[in-house]
């Protein structure tokens, strides 16, 4: 019998397990009282994004210029467009190619390229049509508005995928209405990136940001409810293999291969009262309260109406000018406009916006002229009217070039203690106080091959108040320009509390050149250690800059997965070739290949990991267990976590749903108080918390739901467990007879589950009915137990198993007794 647990093994045979060792936990936890239990629901928190109801279109004159491919029926060109009685009326001939339109009442078209307000352009359904015929046609449907005359604007020309049919390149100035359509990519939205991210400002509430190819949205784990929708900068979008972190209190995306996107000033929506545009297409923004922001911030607009085709003032653009706290400009390039007002309504917004980092050449800092320095109690405030204030940041080394009326001497150093405005900054000094005193200072200078910008990379992590990134690509003029520089195992660090200053001498460090390896993963480790993880060694950076040593550990096991590098206490846990290995800091230096992982007792499940796509993997430590997500059994996505728990040494279980498209992209650990938990991330957009529902039901966003519609579905917990088998210690076969369960229901849900025994020699499986059957036909009542009898039927094997699934709540398996007696005590040969 035995009467707890505290893990599974899959890797040993079943009748080789131990007293309290499970033979397969599939979406269970053990407590520390020994009790196996069906875990707790996952529960979709948010779900923020959507397609829009046009996910296949019409081409817009942008995505002409790239001849996309339009499938479906010809397009059929508008002649002339108009208003009138709350009902457009269109005019359409294009009897060369299309001997009359193809539309009928109750038809829904999409109708593009009219110029004029209120927009007719769109999907519209059609309430009345002229007969098809070789002659000028109409098409009519409602719209509320002025009576007006539309324009009809330019359309570039586009190609079709019939070859044979007309090319219509010479719709020279028109524009079409039809059921053609190309795919809208904006309004196929998937995550690609994720993070936690806590406002300083608020102390109470920690983010968890979502980043999809057209925006990133902010959800308060503390008021789900509430989000923060941030744009991209115009053109810009987040593609797959992104990443995404905080440090120095900024949002960063890494795009690889692309500029990375920042967001270094976050903020509450606030409300807008009023915009308007004048003819050199700059947009005035007002606010009945103070911003609080400054030139060069990005900034998204929302919600402003009553505008015409090419002057959205919505998205994202950076401030030009600040005339007062509560005014603030910007500038849509490309086009002219007429001055207008727009209309604002309450979904009128300013939110935080991202922006390209700086890229191109780097430029060496100059010296700058302290025009007055004021020093009280050992505090220093220098006043400056040069530029170059504003790329000073805290921390930063200042070295005096020109002593001035000072007391200071050439190559005296101070460092940056606060910035207090855009002309004056502090920092702490040793020397009496004084008034009224000028000298000049510099930032320092690169040595060798100077400074660089972020180098484009496809990740980062913070370390020691420092970015570390893989170093694959130089930053050229002009800007935005980055060249591959095919060095696959190569890191840069940044300077101290700077993002965009980069050192490539000190700043650099190269693993095995001339090997074949590469970068994978880094890991931030205590006593100004960072573990550089590549795919065939592991690596230690102890100190930075021209201090800074580098070390090999080993070069016999490596990291598959990036973020499947976690630290708990002194002890580090990865996914490598050879399964998860959970080291001891000082262990790092004795792995080699003859060292057994921690994943060795699930070195079965570990094989079914779809290594195609392993690197992939995720993992994260809460509630003493490692959380793992994996891919298992050839699926393209992670669509597993495998859990291990610390307080038992051993692995916990295999948690999986049953819905069919479910993946996780991250996994996250995020909340501040009962809101703390694992939060996983998967592709279709859903924010979901682990262990969370009590009622036995995953809740999952399983696709990105068309704008109004119910984002999650709800499924049950595919939830099994199967004990080690026992054999009374003998190899003579038995007759097994009776088996008893102690099972407990959960406080929350009445339980039922069914039992079966595996017997092996002779093999058998034998159905054993329900545990309401054996239970008098009563399933258990909220967090009652019972100890359950049943027969087995005297059933001939060597050894036997009993595995408890299709689980009704959360039932709690507490321990298991079986009987039998040996069968055959002859000493004649038995088969």
């Known amino acids: 019998m035995d009467v707890g647990f505290v893990g599974f093994n899959t890797l040993s045979r079943p009748d080789q397990l131990t007293s309290g060792m499970l033979a397969n936990s599939s979406n269970g936890r053990l407590g520390k009282n020994g009790e196996w239990q069906v875990r707790k629901g996952i529960n979709v928190i948010k779900a923020p994004f959507a397609s829009g109801d046009a996910v296949l279109r019409l081409p817009t004159s942008v995505e002409t210029t790239a001849n996309p491919t339009v499938v479906g029926l010809l397009p059929t060109t508008i002649r002339s467009a108009s208003l009138a009685s709350n009902k457009v009326l269109i005019v359409v001939d294009f009897p060369a190619t299309q ?58 020309p586009f190609t079709l995928v019939d070859a044979t049919a007309p090319a219509l390149n010479d719709l020279a100035n028109s524009a079409v209405i039809g059921f053609n359509m190309i795919l809208l990519q904006s309004n196929v939205t998937a995550v690609y990136a994720s993070t936690t991210f806590s406002d300083p400002n608020q102390t109470n509430s920690q983010f968890i940001v979502l980043a999809s190819n057209e925006s990133a949205v902010t959800t308060d784990l503390n008021s789900p409810t509430e989000s923060i929708t941030m744009g991209y900068p115009r053109n810009e979008n987040v593609p797959p293999e992104s990443s995404m972190i905080q440090a120095f209190n900024k949002l960063f995306i890494f795009r690889d291969g692309q500029p990375a996107l920042e967001n270094d000033n976050f903020f509450n929506p606030i409300v807008i009262t009023s915009s ?75 939110s935080p916006g991202f922006k390209l980092v700086a890229s191109g050449a780097y430029t060496q800092p100059t010296p700058f002229v302290l025009s007055s320095i004021d020093a009280v109690d050992g505090i220093a405030t220098a ?35 606060d910035i207090e405005s855009t002309t004056t900054f502090t920092f702490v000094t040793d020397q009496a106080d004084f008034t009224n005193k000028n000298a000049t200072v510099q930032k320092q200078v690169s040595v060798g091959l100077g400074f660089s910008h972020m180098p484009a990379p496809e990740y980062a992590t913070y370390h020691q108040r420092r970015l570390v990134m893989p170093f694959k690509y130089s930053v050229s003029d002009p800007v935005e320009t980055y060249v591959y520089r095919k060095i696959l195992d190569e890191v840069i660090i940044s300077d101290i509390l700077d993002s965009d200053t980069y050192d490539q001498i000190y700043g650099q460090f190269r693993f095995n050149a001339g090997k074949a390896d590469f970068n994978v993963g880094l890991h931030s480790f205590s006593d ?59 262990d790092l230096y004795n792995l080699r290949g003859n060292e057994v992982p921690l994943s060795s007792p699930i070195n079965p499940v570990i094989q079914r990991i779809n290594r195609d796509v392993w690197d992939k993997s995720v993992g994260v430590y809460f509630d003493n267990r490692y959380y793992l997500a994996v891919p298992l059994d050839g699926s393209p996505v992670n669509n597993a976590i495998l859990i291990f728990n610390f307080i038992n040494k051993q692995w916990e279980s295999i948690d999986t749903t049953n819905a069919p498209n479910w993946n996780i992209a991250n996994l996250i650990v995020g909340g501040k108080k009962s809101d703390r938990a694992v939060y996983a991330v998967n592709t279709l957009g859903g924010l979901h918390r682990l262990d969370s529902r009590v009622d036995a039901i995953d809740s999952l966003a399983t696709e990105i739901p068309v704008s109004g519609q119910e984002a999650a ?46 017997l092996e020699n002779i093999d058998a499986t034998v159905d054993l009915g329900t545990l309401s059957a054996l239970n008098s036909g009563k399933t258990l009542d909220l967090d009652e137990d019972v100890s359950v009898r049943g027969r087995i039927g005297n059933k001939r094997a060597y050894g036997m198993q009993i595995t408890l699934k299709d689980i009704t709540g959360r039932p709690r398996f507490r321990g298991i007794k079986v009987g039998g007696a040996e069968a055959f005590r002859s000493t004649n040969t038995a088969i």
């Open 99 to 156: 001997p009359g339109h193809v539309f009928v009442v109750g038809n829904t078209v999409e109708v593009e390229g009219l110029v004029g307000s209120p927009d007719p352009n769109g999907s519209h359904v059609l309430t009345a049509v002229t007969d098809n015929g070789d002659d000028t046609k109409t098409i009519e449907y409602a719209l509320s508005g002025t009576d007006t005359t539309y324009t009809v604007a330019l359309t570039l």
């Open 276 to 350: 308007s545009i004048d003819t050199s297409m700059t947009v005035t923004v007002n606010t009945t309260s103070d911003h609080n922001l400054s030139i060069g911030d990005a900034i998204t607009i929302s919600g402003l109406t009553d505008f015409t085709t090419g002057e959205d003032p919505n998205g994202t653009f950076a401030i030009a000018t600040v005339p007062d706290s509560t005014s603030f400009t910007y500038v849509i390039a490309g086009i002219t406009s007429t001055a207008k007002t727009f209309t604002t309504g309450s979904a009128s917004f300013i």
């Open 383 to 417: 006043t400056t009217t040069t530029a170059a204030i504003n790329n000073l940041l805290i921390g930063d080394e200042l070295t005096f070039t020109a002593e001035g009326s000072s007391a200071y001497t050439i190559g005296d150093t101070v460092r940056v203690k």
């Open 528 to 586: 100004d250690k960072l573990l550089v993880f590549n795919r065939n060694s592991i690596h230690l950076v102890g100190g930075a800059g021209q201090s800074a040593k580098v070390q090999l550990i080993t070069d016999e096991v490596g990291c598959v997965a990036r973020q499947s590098i976690i630290q708990v206490g002194n002890n580090v846990l990865f996914l490598s070739d050879n399964g998860v290995y959970g080291a001891n800091f000082q």
């Open 713 to 758: 579905e709800n499924f049950s917990i595919p939830a099994s467990v199967t004990t080690r088998q026992f054999t009374l210690g003998s190899m003579d076969r038995k007759r097994w007879n009776n088996l008893e369960l102690h099972v407990q229901s959960s406080p929350d849900n009445a339980s039922d589950l069914s039992i079966s025994a595996e």
